[in-house]
């Protein structure tokens, strides 16, 4: 019962969401420089957000991410 009203409310949602950008949604003249400049951030974004996947788990697996043990014993120096 809890999976069908989460479906029906999600599925409203969805519904009134698309309604607002459809009916909200004018159809602006952008230059061929705006559509570059989109186009550039987009895919920059999602290089750097990849980019920032790799390295979390390259460190992950690598052991970086492992916890450090100091020595605290006064014989140590």
Partial sequence: M?????TITLGGLLAVVLFGVLTGWDA???SIHGWIA???G???SL?????L????FYSARKGYDDRIEIDRSPDSD
């Fill in 47 to 51: 290089a750097v957000g990849g980019g």
């Fill in 2 to 6: 809890k999976a069908f009203l989460l």
């Fill in 42 to 44: 987009t895919f920059l």
């Fill in 28 to 30: 602006s003249a952008m």
């Fill in 53 to 56: 996947m790799a390295l979390v």
């Fill in 38 to 40: 989109l186009a550039l």
